[in-house]
Structure formats: C-alpha cells, structure tokens
C-alpha cells in the first residue's frame, strides 16, 4: 500500500505541490487529484504501446479523467486493468480492440479501487452526482467480489491475492471509508455497515494468512489458498513462497489501523523481525545499459546484474523458501534458480526480483508503530 502513498504526478514536479487534508494536491492555484492509483496500470498500458502519439489530460483536468473512468466502467461496477486513464481517446474503440478477457472487471495491477477513491475525490469538489453513482457501483463491485474468506482473487489464479495490492488495496480502500474519510461522507448506512463488516473480515483472513514457520509467524505470500490460507503458486514464476514485496503492503496497511487489537500487533512485530532476519547484504543490482538491437521491451532498454559490493544497502530478494527462508528466482518455465544471471533475460528486467522495500515499512515501524500503537 504504500506505493500508493507516492504522490507521483505527470508532468509536474513534486517541489511545487502540497497536498492537503483530503489528499487531494496543489499545484499553484490548480486543485489536483492524486493519480498515483493510476501508475501501475498506466505503465502496463505503456508496456503494450511503444507509439504513444495521442494527447493527455494533464492532472489538473480531473473532471475529464473522471469522465474516462465512466466511460470505461464496466456494467459490473468495475474496471478492465492496463488503460492509460488519461488518454484522450475514444474509450469505446479502446475497448473493442481489447481482448475479450482483458475487457473485464478486476483488481489486478492495482485497478478499481484507485478509480473509486479517484471518483469519491472528483465528487467531493464538484457534486456531480455521476461521479458518486459511479463510485458506489465500484463499491458494490469490491463488495461482491470479496470472498467468503476475506480476500479477492487476482487475474492468474483462484486464490487470495495480495501481489498487486489485489487485497489490500480494497482493504484500504474499506479503511479510509470506515474512519471517515470526507470523500465518502455520503455513502449510505447500508453499503457503510457492509464495508465495515468486509474490512473486518479482511482482517482475520490476513491474519490467518501469515506464515508460520517452526512455530513463529513470518510473513506472507503472493497468494494463498481458499481454505488452508497457505502460500499457493500463481503464475509459472511466481512459485509458493514467502515475499518480502506484497509483505510490505500487508504490514503497511495493518500499520494503519486505528487502534488494532493485540492480533495484529503481534503480526506487524512478528513481520518486521523477519524481514530484519531476512535482509541480503554485500551486493547490489545494476542496470546495465544495451545496445538497441539487444532491447527486448522498449520500457526496460537495460539487463540487469548483480554487482558485489561491500558497502552496499542492504536488500531484499521477493521470494523466500518457505521451510528455512532461502532467497531464490524462477524461470518463466518454472524453474527454480539461485542468481539473477539465470533468470531469463525478459524476466530479469521485467519483474523485480530484489528490492528496498522494506526499508520504508521497519522506518515506519520504529518511527510510529512501536512505541505509540504497539504499546496502546
């Protein structure tokens, strides 16, 4: 979740804005709605279109990107992924020239949830009650598709989903709204109560969700199955495991919690003491770059490698074994590998498979958690 916290804007530098209560941004005198929701499935929408010679609305238009997102709103309430919700075309031909899968609802790359929060911030500054039907139909959809577990499936399998911020991003979403968020202050007693109940049972189904290993809880995977709550396999590379990125959205979102239980303390305090256990050192991954004719992907023109070194920060691999915390890759075939070299060569630079990450989530931690909430 906290991804989604970077107010990373188009076409304006962060130094000349200020956000303000509601979240919204300022940029001078012009009123901006954070697009950061947007980010990921826009760069997907790049990944697809190396010829972008359309025009933009610029973050300040929020009205005419609001007016994108019901035009591609589904009848379901929600929203097919990978669309650059700023383009300035015609969203009907958009949609026909998708395939038939790719034209459904989903919450993969990190999609629907954003553009309801996006149309609950637009209807806040303008009344226009399209903008609330629209977001109360999202809602409706997030409702529905919740599972009797707690979670939401991703696009590659039937299965709890936290790659992508599947769950968490709704949960986050029903957190905001429970603890009042002015931009959701019309919604009914009905779908209110019904959020607060999903957001309720979003919780347990994390906590069953987290690992444990040798009789102490860890972390949690990318996926995990319906009814064992156990790490399950995704795509081929995305094997069962544990994984220091998704866990950082789990951690991050229980770390928002008003006034948790001892249950989820004990869960935050148990995931940072792994990810501290977890933690690489004495190298770091550099981009590489490559000649035009060795570019596979036009958004990637670089190979990454792993570079020893001493003195690097410390980092995290994204999958660890599940028995004895183990860092390892995988293949596109499925293979298991030990080093970034034996990746294959678009799964080296199209999938992150060491990170930072969790540096942000243990400052918060010691900075916020410790000794305020975890003490309550």
């Known amino acids: 979740m906290f991804m989604r916290r970077l107010y990373i804007l188009f076409f304006f530098s962060l130094s000349v804005l200020a956000v303000d209560a509601k979240g919204l941004l300022q940029n001078g ?18 990944l697809e279109h190396p010829q972008r010679n359309y025009r933009r609305y610029s973050p300040k238009q929020y009205r005419e990107i609001a007016d994108n997102l019901l035009a591609y709103q589904n009848a379901d309430g929600g929203w097919p992924k990978n669309i650059d919700w700023l383009a300035v075309l015609p969203a009907d031909s958009v949609k026909a020239a ?58 590659d399998v039937d299965a709890i989903t936290f790659n992508d911020e599947v769950s968490t991003g709704a949960l986050s979403l029903f957190l905001k709204i429970s603890a009042g968020d002015s931009s959701f202050a019309w919604l009914d007693n009905i779908r209110r109560d019904s959020v607060t109940s999903a957001l309720q049972r979003g919780i347990a ?37 544990l994984t220091a990125r998704e866990s950082c959205d789990v951690i991050m ?55 020893a070194d001493e003195n690097a920060l410390r980092i995290w691999a994204r999958f660890y074994e599940l028995s004895d915390n183990t860092p390892f890759l995988c293949r596109r075939d499925g293979t298991k590998v030990w080093q970034l070299a034996d990746v ?9 498979w060491y990170g930072y990450w969790p540096e942000e989530v243990i400052s918060r931690y010691y900075k916020d958690y410790k000794d305020n909430k975890d003490k309550q």
């Open 29 to 46: 005198g012009d009123t901006i709605v954070s697009l950061d929701g947007f980010l990921d499935g826009i760069h997907h929408w790049n």
């Open 98 to 155: 998708l395939r038939e899968r790719y034209r459904r609802s989903t919450l993969d790359n990190r999609n629907t949830f954003p553009q309801i929060e996006y149309l609950g911030d637009v209807y806040a500054l303008t009344s226009d009650v399209r903008y609330r039907k629209a977001a109360e139909r999202g809602l409706d959809f997030l409702l529905r598709e919740q599972k009797p577990n707690g979670g939401w499936r991703g696009w």
């Open 205 to 241: 189904m994390i906590l069953k969700c987290q690992y444990v290993q040798d009789g102490e809880l860890t972390a949690w995977g990318q996926q995990h199955d319906n009814e064992t709550f156990l790490p399950v396999k995704a795509r081929t590379f995305e094997l069962p495991s």
């Open 253 to 307: 979102f229980l770390m928002d919690i008003p006034s948790p239980g001892d249950d989820v303390k004990r869960a935050v305090r148990a995931a940072i003491n792994w990810l501290e256990r977890v933690a690489l050192h004495g190298f770091r991954v550099a981009e590489q770059p490559l000649p035009a004719d060795k570019i596979i992907n036009h958004e990637y023109p670089f190979d990454r490698v792993v570079v």
């Open 344 to 352: 294959d060569a678009e799964r080296r630079t199209g999938y992150d």
